[in-house]
């Protein structure tokens, strides 16, 4: 009991300290700072490269070398997309974001790697509180749709590759 109150005290007494030398005022600002929004792609994102922006606001990841049916391994441009979206929800996975702070997620799902895009978007959803939206373009937009029915997941349209589409929701993040 007595060693609980001395604890406290020492607390008290800490924060007074800080609180003189601005500390405390700062910290307090920390906490207050915005979410992030994180945007996935198996290709390039028009304006960005894979990493933070913004202080912390936008975190970018996605194929810097462009399209991952051209530049990512394997035979075909399906095995090729698809081995770049392994990469990345691989490297996504093994702690680059604290889920907790993100506010919002936006998953690419074009032609080639749609199922693993629209899968990694679906784990991505039982996973977080967080507001999924699967930004996809038109190429099988039927299986889209019928692939995330009943998920909670949004869907928006976008042109072939997402490029210009991903870039510009980040650039609206910025904004905001
Ligand atoms: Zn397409």
Known sequence: MADEFKTVKAKKERRK????????????????EKKTTV??????IDGFRSGWHAKNKVFICANDKGRGSETGQGEDRATKAGNVMHRLSGSYYHGAVPVKQVEQYYVY????????AIGMAKSLRSESQAPVTVVACNCDAREKENLLQGTGIDLIWCECGGETKMGQLAKATMAM
């Open 39 to 44: 945007l996935i792609s198996y290709n390039k």
């Open 109 to 116: 799902s074009g032609l080639h790697a749609m199922r693993q």
């Open 17 to 32: 300290k800080m609180k003189k030398k601005g500390k405390v005022k700062k910290e307090g600002k920390k906490l207050l």
